[in-house]
């Protein structure tokens, strides 16, 4: 079948769009994140695994297409991990992190927090955050639980201690009006949770820093493992976790300060939690695939760049390793 534009001939573990540019990551993730691949069956996700099977050892049946193919793919790389080969718990998974997401985003953007419905909330969503970088990390090496707990707990500790205490220095503000206040007051979970984010990835994927992650050849050949390169694919997930909120934490507050204003809405006040609901949910399905295609999930680096042992194992001059989500 010859390559098209709408669907280009099936490779077996490479991207249906062209990883080299913005809009094609962005078209891929799309995919990934699709949210009704978490209504997938076990039935049906087998079928899509031996389907991927036939076609590497050349026995497709007649009359598989490649749309067929890419499709088999997408269900498989949404819910399979590429390193463990394991299914991914369903919360955890890229395509459910909006729908499992949205409330504790909700949550937190709440006006008139108190210290305890901060901590709660904080609290909830670096627990998920924690859980979605565990799963979605590579895992070329085996990871301690002790290790989990250690990130866990100092992730949750950080975004919880930030926006504590950011929310007591706007109280003690005293020269701002009542409406500043409560703007500031919204937006105070985007620093709380942007640099708690970048706490939770580091410490949740501490132990690819210390025992490297696996760097592949040209032929998917192990070349060893690198340090230099898990401290590249930590760095880019860490900086797409500051994106992420950034949209999500700033634009509803600012949407719901202007429609709150509108006299529909102050008539109507029980509508306020289901409008604020949905402006979170939009956003935040806007949020995540342009912040996790700013990055291709499968980097390459230059050999030169990584360790001399690495550079001596190969002849190629480019390796690739799996960056995460």
């Not at 709660?120 to 990871?143: D, E, F, G």
């Not at 706490?199 to 210390?210: A, D, I, P, Q």
Request: glycine content about 4%; overall charge positive.
């Amino acid at each position: 079948m010859a390559e098209s534009a709408a669907c280009p001939v099936f490779k077996l573990g490479r991207p249906r769009y062209e990883q080299g540019s913005f809009f094609g990551r962005l078209r891929h993730f799309v995919d990934i994140i699709d949210p009704s691949t978490l209504f997938v069956s076990e039935k049906r996700l087998k079928e899509c695994i031996k389907l991927l099977d036939d076609y590497k050892h050349g026995t497709l049946p007649l009359g598989v297409s490649d749309l067929q193919l890419w499709e088999a793919q997408k269900i498989k790389q949404a819910i399979i991990h590429p390193d463990t080969g394991e299914k991914i718990f369903m919360p955890f998974r890229m395509s459910g992190y909006v729908p499992f997401g949205t409330p504790i985003v909700i949550g937190l953007l709440l006006p008139n927090q108190t210290v305890v419905s901060t901590i709660i909330w904080q609290w909830l969503n670096q627990s998920h955050n924690a859980c979605v970088n565990y799963a979605n990390r590579n895992a070329t090496k085996p990871m301690p639980t002790s290790k989990f707990l250690q990130g866990y707990i100092g992730a949750v500790t950080s975004a919880v201690s930030i926006a504590v205490g950011l929310n007591v220095l706007i109280q003690k503000v005293n020269k701002l009006s009542p409406a500043t206040r409560m703007i500031i007051q919204r937006l105070v979970p985007f620093p709380a949770v942007a640099s708690a984010n970048i706490c939770n990835v580091v410490l949740m994927r501490h132990n690819e820093l210390s025992e490297g992650i696996d760097v592949l050849d040209t032929n998917e050949n192990v070349v060893g493992s690198s340090k230099i390169a898990a401290r590249h694919a930590i760095m880019e997930t860490a900086f797409t976790r500051v994106v992420l909120p950034m949209p999500i934490f700033v634009l509803p507050p600012i949407i719901m300060s202007y429609l709150e204003r509108l006299r529909f809405l102050q008539r109507n006040r029980r509508l306020l939690l289901p409008i604020h609901s949905v402006v979170c949910l939009l956003t935040f399905g806007f949020s995540l695939p342009v912040a996790i295609s700013l990055f291709p999930q499968i980097s390459q680096i230059d050999v030169s760049c990584l360790e001399p042992e690495i550079a001596m194992a190969t002849d190629c001059k480019m390796v690739t390793y799996n960056k995460g989500l």
